[in-house]
């Protein structure tokens, strides 16, 4: 398991929610889309491992509620 920092960040380029989780590496994306079905404001969840963005997940890459 290793540990994620999950942040949702709005259309302004603001910080609206921080989550931590530890998961498994093949979860982090999943996890990221949750994210943004249940915060309708973000635009695009980063997500941090360690002191670094290893991924950027966008809602307009997803057809959220489908997966």
Same mark, same amino acid.
């Not at 695009?44 to 670094?52: I, M, Y």
């Given at each position: 398991?290793?540990?994620?920092?999950?942040?949702?960040?709005?259309?302004?380029?603001?910080?609206?929610?921080?989550?931590?989780?530890?998961?498994?590496? +093949?979860?982090? @994306? %999943?996890?990221? #889309?949750?994210?943004?079905?249940?915060?309708?404001?973000?635009?695009?969840?980063?997500?941090?491992?360690?002191?670094?963005?290893?991924? +950027?997940?966008? @809602? %307009?890459?997803? #057809?959220?509620?489908?997966?």
């Amino acid at each position: 398991m290793d540990t994620f920092i999950f942040v949702c960040i709005s259309d302004t380029q603001s910080r609206t929610m921080v989550d931590l989780q530890e998961l498994p590496l +093949t979860g982090y @994306r %999943d996890h990221a #889309i949750k994210m943004l079905q249940k915060h309708a404001s973000a635009v695009a969840v980063e997500v941090w491992q360690g002191e670094k963005v290893i991924d +950027t997940v966008k @809602r %307009d890459d997803h #057809i959220l509620g489908r997966d």
